[in-house]
DNA sequence: AATGAATGAGCCTTCATTCAT
DNA sequence: GATGAATGAAGGCTCATTCAT
């Protein structure tokens, strides 16, 4: 657990091998999100991984145990990541407005600066969502909720919130711009970086659920 | 010509067969989209439609190319079909909140009606995007946003709306729903109906655009 | 038989469909060989065929019984051609150097006007050899070969040719210049034009088998 | 690495496996060329090839890549074997008419005591020269006509040959024989082998390009 | 920990051919 | 004569996974 270092961006994306780090685990995961940049979801291969990082097949089983081992160790590592970002600036905002801003602008400020991590959580999800690690992926998401309910709960006693069922809060916070910033990422060209919006994202958040 | 019906649902999801209908063309698609309503889109192999609508693996190239042109001639009937709905509902409104609320709940209300549908088209995007009738998509997706933004234009000029940029408009007003509603499909169990949120997604949509 | 007029070479390479020329048959003959060009024999299929003549499936069933059939049609149609021409200029020679030069250039000029048709006809044979026309094919080349020893047969009893058993013989006159062109066929670059080598290759075969 | 050694033929030519030899490697190559053999190229398909030496599809692949990289190979060994054994007759040879009796008859033996090889190599060329190692083909001819010439070249400067563009000379020399081994080895019928015509070629062939 | 040969199910696609209209 | 939908065998190839070294 002490390992797991900063995962730096598939940034070499030339489609050849990577010079390794001395972390096979690490390298694998790195190749992992190279390959699945380059070329999809489907193009996470054992082969392709093997090509990029220059492990042997067996070396990937090793530390993973399959295929789906390694795109999910890769989806909670980054999710873990995402989340402790976003978590932390919330903690230090002070009202919901701030609030608001720090969970839409945090999400959207991460995106822009990772867009490739951000496409591999979007696509992942339902993999991992499908096979034995999903418990921990349902709890995990459980917990996201609860910390971001626990956050408003006060200003909803406060009368600063409308009354919205809890079930419905985090797509009222987070729908818009998730929404931007999937169509963002799946259009290779045409629209304009979520930077543009920062604040027109973040005050429409913060309207849809002011009282 | 004037066929290409409505597509009944993939109701007998018992994995075998389905009676013929007369046009093969038809009867392939709907057994695409059983097979997907089944195994998610991994499970739409051309083999596994040619078991259970009967036709010969041969027919269906000669009635689709390819077995991503079965794909994507069921994305866009589907899109089609979706579309046609929400905006026939969105010309009979006649003030914003109306129209807003008409495209949210005419989405979800769709999504409620046709989970497998709705699923694929999430599903679907990112292939039909990546293939040869990538621009068909464009193309169907910018009329779309131009069909929305010329009907709320008048009221906005009129001082109904926030001052927001025409690119995010479609992400404040559909995003929460969407949202929601791809939680709701992805996750089999835990989350109530988006019914039960009609009103919460619809008002919320109109707050966040509301002057 | 009074039909098939002259074969026009596959010209317009473009690899779409070509005007048809009202008779259907020599369409599909020479869509034929227009595949053949741009993609060697295997490119030749029943569906390469149509796609380029306009003709249908079942056109082409009825017009040739099968893929082979096509094959061999345009195969017989080429070798008539081809010896017709060089048996006529072999028919006009006086002596032997002039027959010899007669057969090899007769031949060597053939394939620099008509590359396509010769790529053919060498690629074909052993198609045709395979199937139902056998035969027709072994007939002819014997057919040829006694034509051609029969021109040969006076002047060797006059002793102007050495004493040549006549199973070798053809491979002697013809064998260097096919050799050749053969290659310059095959290359696509590099080897200079058969034009160039016309007397050297004439040349050689006449003293080749001279006395 | 010293492996690869001599291929036998495709002795037992019954159809079914051969016993392994311990190398995967020459195990699938020798049962490429049986299956060449019994039912020309088109018969060599990855599951004929699978069935005769027992080795799995995955196997295959994993040694050579593609159906064209066994087919290549096997080319490129065959090539070199042959090679060797002419190019080594040719180095013995001291004066002209020597040189040329080593190529021919060289060739010729190697033919007639290699039949399943020869035929190979005749029909694998344009496969092999249409594929990604054509350049490797290229690079080989022009070494072995190099070399041809290079031993030529001080017989020329002498006078006892006669002034032939060097891009003829491997067809003058070469041509007759090839004509007559490739005609033979089509023929399952009629012609008499090449041995019988051993004299008569070789010393056309001296004919064709002495001064 | 690492290696890489081997496995074999399964996938997409092509193709010659038939036949009812 | 012509059409084109339908057929189904066959082919090349990918891929996750195992295992002996």
Redo the contacts between chains.
């Keep these: 657990m002490a390992s797991r270092k900063s995962i730096t961006d598939a940034t070499a994306a030339s489609g050849t091998a990577e010079q390794p780090s001395g972390d096979r685990r690490q390298d694998i995961l790195n190749a992992a999100l190279a390959c699945f940049a380059e070329g999809?979801m489907e193009a996470v291969s054992i082969e392709m991984v093997r090509q990029r990082c220059g492990a042997s097949v067996g070396s990937i089983y090793h530390h993973f145990g399959s295929k789906e081992g390694v795109i999910a160790a890769l989806f909670f590592d980054i999710l873990a990541e995402q989340s402790q970002g976003v978590q932390s600036q919330l903690a230090k905002s002070k009202d919901v407005p701030a609030g608001v801003k720090a969970l839409v602008m945090g999400y959207l400020d991460w995106v822009v600066a990772h867009p490739d991590r951000a496409r591999f959580l979007f696509?992942a999800?339902?993999v991992v969502?499908?096979g034995p690690r999903a418990q921990e992926l349902a709890a995990h998401a459980r917990e996201r909720n609860l910390a971001l309910l626990a956050w408003f709960e006060p200003h909803r006693r406060a009368g600063v919130l409308a009354d919205?069922?809890c079930?419905?809060m985090?797509?009222?916070v987070?729908?818009?711009?998730?929404?931007?910033c999937r169509?963002w990422l799946?259009?290779s060209t045409g629209?304009?970086s979520p930077k543009?919006?920062r604040d027109?994202?973040a005050l429409?958040?913060w309207?849809?659920?002011?009282a």
């Design positions: 999809g696509q999800r339902s969502a499908g919205i069922p079930e419905v985090p797509s009222l987070m729908g818009p711009v998730q929404s931007y169509a799946a259009g629209m304009p543009k919006y027109t994202l429409a958040a309207k849809a659920v002011a």
